[in-house]
């Protein structure tokens, strides 16, 4: 099947530079699904989880918090605010980060100058939790194998 190069970047890091057959990403406007001869495009991301798909292997779950998204035939390149994979994500510490958020934000007013601040901490840490949860699922949803022993 035809691929695309997928780089996956933020200021800190790359997360991701290869081949893959299928980009679907969270647009600003909605979700996309690039494929290997989508026409250009340019778009800002919100926060959402990536799915990378490649032939023959499980989807590869990223978490993404704002950003671009610059397409062109053949070649993406997202540029994240704030990106990781679903298995380097550290589920406690965006538990903490979720709690703290909603605290703040229960307090603050509308107008309050941290108010947007607090807000998109709140989004970081759900979409963090959404999709280091999907590798606990994976982990530990029955196998076939499992059911097949059952039999
Ligand atoms: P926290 O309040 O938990 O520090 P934050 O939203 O303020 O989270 P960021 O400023 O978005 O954190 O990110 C700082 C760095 O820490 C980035 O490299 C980001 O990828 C990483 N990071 C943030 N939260 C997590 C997490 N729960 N698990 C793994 N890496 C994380």
Redesign the pocket.
């Known amino acids: 099947m035809a691929t695309l190069r997928l780089e996956v970047i933020?200021v800190?890091r790359k997360l991701i530079d290869e081949e893959v057959n299928m980009v679907v990403a969270p647009g600003s406007e909605g979700v996309l699904g690039i494929l290997p001869r989508h026409a250009a495009l340019l778009t800002a991301l919100t926060y959402g989880e990536l799915v990378v798909k490649r032939d023959g292997q499980p989807d590869e779950f990223l978490a993404i918090?704002g950003g671009f998204m610059e397409v062109q035939p053949g070649h993406v390149v997202v540029l994240a605010d704030?990106?990781?994979r679903a298995e380097?994500?550290?589920?406690e510490?965006?538990e903490?980060?979720r709690k703290?958020a909603e605290e703040l934000l229960a307090q603050a007013k509308k107008s309050d100058v941290d108010f947007t601040r607090i807000e998109a901490?709140l989004r970081?840490?759900l979409t963090?939790l959404k999709v280091?949860r999907r590798r606990a699922e994976k982990r530990f949803a029955p196998q076939r194998s499992d059911y097949e022993r059952m039999q």
């Open positions: 933020t800190e918090s704030a990106a990781e380097e994500i550290d589920l510490r965006a903490a980060a703290r901490s970081r840490s963090r280091g």
